[in-house]
C-alpha cells in the first residue's frame, strides 16, 4: 500500500490521461471547484493500515501528551516539500509565537509539514482523535460557501476557549475591570508577546494585528457587543502599556484603517526611557516598583539586542525616536505621578507631543507613585477616573 500510494501521486501529478479532468479536480460540490471526476474514476472513500498497532510511544512524548492535554497536530500527508528544514522552522516559530505545543508528523516522505486538509491525512486525524469535535464542525459550516467562507466559518463555528487570566496580571485587569464601570466604555484587553523571549517590536506588532483584525473582520465578531462605536475608540495604557499604546497608535494612523477610528491615547504614567539619567530618577531612585537597577533589565530584555536606552522604543522622541510631526497622531492624555521615578520621561514625553503640533494633555498628580490607579481607596483613583472620562467625552 505504500508503494500503490506513491505510484498513485505520480500518477496523478505527471500521467494525467486526456479523460481526466485536473489534478485539482473533486466530486461535485456546492462551491469551490466545480469540477468532476471522470466516468472511470471511483471515489472508494479512506483506506486504513494497522500497521502501528503494537506501537509502544517513547515515555517522554507519553510525558509530554499526559501535561499537555490539547497539543496542535500537524501533518502533510503525502504531499512533499521543497524546503523541509525551513518548513520545520517555521512550524517551530509559530508555536513558540503562539505558545503551543505541537506534534508534528513526518509523514511517509520524512518532511515535517504542515496540516493542509488533504483527504489522507485528515482521515487519519479524523480516526485517530478528533472524529467527533470534526463533524461538529463540518456541519455547523456545510452552509458556508466558498473557499474563503470556509475560512471565516471555520473561525465563527469554532468555540474559543475562555481566557485565564495569570495571576501576575489579575490586579490590572480587576482595576481596568473598576474603571470600566465608571465609563461608558468597552475595554478590548490585548494578550501581546511577552520580552525576553520575544523582543520589541513584537509586541506593537501584536498590538496592531488585533486593530486590523477588527477592522478586517468587524461584522463577523459575534463576541463584540452591538453598542460598542469603533468610531470611537482610544489606545490605552499603563506603564509599559503606555509605551505600547503610542507605538500602536502610530501605527494604526500610519496604515489607514478605515472602520476603528482611533481618536485618542491614554498614556497612564507611560514607560519612557533613555540613556540620560534624568532627576526624577536619581531623587526617587527608593520609590516602589521602579529602580534604576530594574528599569535598566527591563530595557536590555525588551529592546533588540546591542541597542542602548536611546532606540526609539524607549526614547521616542531622542536622538533616534520617530519623527511624528507630519503624523496625524490622536490627542493624548498623559498621566503622571509626583513621587514616579519615570516622571521626567513622562512629562517630556508630553512636551515632545505639543512641540511636534500635537494635542496634549498633561495631568499631575503630586502625591501619587507609580501604579497609583491599582488602589481604588486612594483619592486620586477617583480624580484619575473622572479626567479619563472627561477625556473620553471629548
Known amino acids: 500500500m505504500g508503494n500503490l500510494k ?27 471547484y466545480r469540477l468532476y471526476w471522470g466516468t472511470k474514476v471511483d471515489v472508494v472513500g479512506f483506506c486504513f493500515l494497522y500497521l502501528a498497532s503494537n506501537y509502544e510511544p517513547p515515555e517522554s512524548l507519553v510525558k509530554r ?6 497539543p496542535i497536530y500537524i501533518g502533510f500527508g ?11 522552522q517555521v512550524i517551530v516559530e509559530a508555536l513558540e509565537i503562539t505558545g503551543q505545543s505541537g506534534i508534528i508528523n513526518k ?103 488585533l486593530l486590523n483584525f477588527i477592522d478586517t473582520n468587524l461584522n463577523s465578531i459575534e463576541s463584540l457587543p452591538s453598542y460598542a462605536d ?30 476603528v477610528k482611533i481618536i485618542g491615547v491614554l498614556a497612564i504614567q507611560p514607560y519612557f526611557g533613555g540613556e540620560e539619567r534624568t532627576p526624577s ?8 516598583l521602579i529602580s534604576i537597577e530594574r528599569t535598566d533589565w527591563t530595557w ?25 510631526s507630519g503624523v496625524n497622531f490622536p490627542a493624548t492624555i498623559v498621566f503622571v ?20 503640533g500635537k494635542e496634549a494633555e498633561l495631568v499631575e498628580f503630586d502625591n501619587a507613585c507609580h501604579c497609583f490607579y491599582l488602589f481604588p481607596k486612594l483619592p486620586e483613583f477617583d480624580q484619575f477616573v473622572d479626567r479619563v472620562r472627561q477625556f473620553i467625552n471629548g
Request: proline content about 7%.
Open 230 to 259: 469603533f468610531n470611537h475608540c482610544f489606545n490605552a495604557g499603563d506603564s509599559a502599556g503606555s509605551n505600547i499604546a503610542h507605538h500602536v497608535a502610530l501605527r494604526a494612523v500610519q496604515n489607514n484603517l478605515t472602520r
Open 300 to 324: 536590555k530584555a525588551f529592546l533588540p539586542e546591542r541597542s542602548d536606552r536611546d532606540h526609539g522604543a524607549a526614547n521616542v522622541f531622542g536622538p533616534k525616536g520617530h519623527d511624528i
Open 6 to 32: 506513491l505510484l498513485c501521486t505520480i500518477y496523478y501529478l505527471f500521467l494525467r490521461p486526456k479523460w481526466f479532468p485536473h489534478p485539482l479536480s473533486r466530486v461535485k460540490q456546492s462551491a469551490g
Open 281 to 288: 530618577e536619581i531623587t526617587h531612585e527608593g520609590a516602589p
Open 107 to 209: 509523514g511517509w516522505v520524512a518532511l515535517a509539514t504542515v496540516h493542509h486538509g488533504g483527504a489522507g491525512i485528515t482521515a487519519a486525524g479524523l480516526k485517530a482523535a478528533v472524529k467527533k469535535r470534526a463533524v461538529e464542525l463540518a456541519k455547523s459550516m456545510e452552509k458556508e460557501d466558498g473557499v474563503i467562507g470556509a475560512v471565516k466559518a471555520f473561525f465563527k463555528h469554532y468555540p474559543c476557549p475562555k481566557a485565564q487570566t495569570k495571576p501576575e496580571t489579575r490586579g490590572f485587569l480587576d482595576s481596568s475591570k473598576t474603571v470600566v464601570r465608571k465609563l461608558p466604555a468597552v475595554i478590548i484587553s490585548v494578550n501581546y508577546r511577552l520580552a525576553p523571549e520575544h523582543r520589541c517590536p513584537s509586541q506593537y506588532e501584536n498590538g496592531f494585528d
Open 337 to 356: 505621578g509626583g513621587f514616579d521615578p519615570s516622571k521626567n520621561w513622562q512629562t517630556g514625553y508630553f512636551q515632545g507631543l505639543t512641540d511636534r
Open 65 to 70: 501528551l499526559d501535561a499537555d492535554t490539547e
Open 78 to 88: 503525502s504531499l512533499p516539500v521543497q524546503e523541509p528544514e525551513k518548513m520545520t
